[in-house]
């Protein structure tokens, strides 16, 4: 059974950091290209960062690049995004997905596996 998990999710104010990661099981995890996702209330889910399966390349959407990085682990099947100098606009739902090919990792509906996702809300 597949399995992604995501956890580290939470309150914090703007200017603060937060980690997530997301476990997976159930498949072979070195296989998949790795991703972050989020969902704002009341728009699209949008690719936040990806990772290739063997963690060399990454690819950053430009509202979080330079606040956040991703990163894999292949030994622990996680994926990690540490976000920093959060602000209010990176208040959404985040989903860790897994595809298999890299020419989708912006498709949403491409991607074979998802996540149930974490909140994050960055308010004072």
């Known amino acids: 059974q597949v399995q992604l998990v995501e956890s580290g999710g939470g309150f914090v104010q703007p200017g603060g950091s937060l980690r997530l990661s997301c476990v997976a099981s159930?498949?072979?995890?070195?296989?998949?290209?790795m991703a972050w996702s989020r969902q704002a209330l009341g728009k699209e889910r949008e690719l936040v960062a990806a990772?290739?399966?063997?963690?060399?390349?990454?690819r950053h959407a430009n509202p979080v690049k330079g606040r956040f990085t991703i990163s894999r682990d292949n030994a622990k099947n996680t994926i990690y995004l540490q976000m920093n100098s959060l602000k209010p606009e990176d208040t959404a739902v985040y989903y860790c997905?897994?595809?298999?090919?890299?020419?989708?990792?912006?498709?949403?509906?491409?991607?074979?596996?998802w996540g149930l996702g974490t909140q994050v809300t960055v308010g004072s």
């Open positions: 997905g897994a595809v298999k090919r890299w020419s989708d990792i912006s498709t949403m509906q491409n991607y074979e596996y």
């Open positions: 159930g498949f072979t995890f070195k296989d998949y290209h």
């Open positions: 990772i290739e399966n063997f963690g060399i390349g990454t």
